[in-house]
C-alpha cells in the first residue's frame, strides 16, 4: 500500500498579509535592529520596500518624521535607474546622449538616489549643447 503524498504549500515563504502582520507585532517587540525596513524585508520574504513600510505604519511603528518620503523617493530612484538601465539593454544605440543634459556637460555617474553629478556647461564656459570646438556644423 502506498503512502498518501502531502501536497506543498506554493510560495510557502510569502505570508499572506494579516498573518505577516500579526507574526510583525510579536518581531517588532524583540527587534533591535538600525534599518527596521530593510530587517522586515529579510525576515518576511517576498516583500517590497514599499509594502513594507506600509505594513509597519498599519502596525503602529513610530517612523521618525520624513523618513517614510526619504525611504520612498530612494526606492522610487532605484526604481527608475533599473528602468534606465533596462532601456539601454533594449535600446543600445539611442539616439540620445546619456553623458550630457541640459544641465551638465559630461555626467560622470549618478548618486545613489539617481542624482546626476559631473562638469556642468557653466564650469566649462559654454551654453548647453554648445560645440567645443567653436563651429557651428556638427
Known sequence: MAKAKKKKQK?????KSPVRKKKARSWIKTYTGIDIV????????????ICAVRELQEIG???EPGYVERVLFAEAARIDQI???NEKK????????DLQDDT?????????GGAPYGTTWEEMGLEP???IFGDDDE
Not at 11 to 15: A, E, H, K, Q
Not at 38 to 49: A, M
Not at 104 to 112: E, L, V
Open 38 to 49: 530593510k530587517d522586515y524585508r529579510e525576515h518576511f520574504l517576498g516583500v517590497d520596500v
Open 104 to 112: 551638465f556637460f559630461f555626467i560622470a555617474g549618478y548618486t545613489s
Open 61 to 63: 511603528y513610530p517612523f
Open 90 to 97: 533594449l535600446n543600445p544605440g539611442a539616439s540620445h546622449n
Open 129 to 131: 549643447y554648445e560645440s
Open 11 to 15: 510560495n510557502s515563504y510569502i505570508d
Open 83 to 85: 528602468h534606465r538601465a
